[in-house]
């Protein structure tokens, strides 16, 4: 497949256009005493929005800026919507390990939601930043745009979470709900979709009649909405990635009654991209930032606390959500609070080698073979005809560059450093175990 760089916008040719411009924060998250009323009235205003910073950054800005490609060596630029599966891309610029890499980096941009980061990264405001696995698939097979999974940025970290009055106990259910999801091409609704069909249950994308007790209603909305939207009743539940599950628990007296991690093993959720003609034009200047975040996965696995703190309100501000929520996104993931017996049954295989969260860089082949064969059969909105043109097989060679990601694992101390290795016969492979 030959591939040619078209300057697109996302946000018109994604098959839903998502809101995602920033908005001004009203409020100090972070203040002592901060309340769940606290956190609705501000959420309600401000969407959980951003800083003065982002604000500063993207208002009328995401014109081109400029990459490799056109002959200018650029400053590391980073966009980021606020979930800790962005953590290791944070955490190399506040441990300093781009610059130990000789890297000169801008702080990172806070951007609300999937479209409008896209967007920016298409069109150069960005020459680094994380998506959502299946989003890259849409960008390189239906708009034919060179982007590169150069990494992963984790395992597992997403979760179902269900409002205080939904009468939802366990993925049964769902069926007559009106469940929100952070993107159509997303592991979300593909792992959403999976746990439907367990129970038989039909995905509906248009609202505009009574749904039927074997029908669930699916529709997207900007993650650092939906604890928001779940309080107010307005939405039954939703699946997205962390930290907005655990504010979901603390804030919005929400259930998680499933991690996606139990259902797909140490899966990946988001990933970090590259255009492919930054890595043709300058591959030593990518491979020292591969390093880096390789370097920031394995500190942020070691100190869960510390990383916890810096992402938080309380630390360096990426997230705009107090210390307690971050901690209790990455660490919290006990029998008693989640298990079958005594908990919400959010934990139902005990004996996988899963966390809430864990940190693995390289991107395993068997993965992405399973991902792109689930997204031919996942309900989603537009036209997704480019899936029948693509092998998953194909997409495992071409989407992924695994030169780099594998250097900076070996200049780390190994694969077995990071989580989700069994095997160490077979570091480089794995099977993917899925059980709704």
Known sequence: MSVHEKKRNVEGRQPTALPGKADAAGGDLSRAGYTRKDFLRICGRAGLAVTALTVGTMCGSLSPGHSFAEGKEDVLRIGYIPITDATPLLIAYAKGFYAEEGIEAERPVLIRGWSTLSEAFMSKKFNFTHLLLPIPVYMRYSLDFPVKVVAWDHLNNSAITVGEKSGINSLRDLGGKRIAIPYWYSMHNIILQLCLKKYGIRVVTREGKVLEDDETYLFTMNPPDMPTAMAR??????????????????????????????????????????REEDIRMNPEWCQRVINAVVKAELWSKNNMGETAHILSKEGDGYLPLPEKVIARAMMKYDLDTYGTEKGTGAITHADWPVSRIGFQPYQFKSNTVKVVEYLKETVMEGDVSFLDKVSPEFVSEDLMNYEMVTKAILKAGGMKRFDGIERDDALFTRDEIISV
């Open 233 to 274: 009743g307005s939405i039954d539940g939703y699946i997205v990635a962390e930290p907005f599950n655990a504010a979901g628990e603390i804030f919005a007296k929400g259930r998680i009654i499933r991690f996606t991690g139990d259902v797909w093993q140490n899966h990946p959720c988001c990933v970090a991209v590259m």
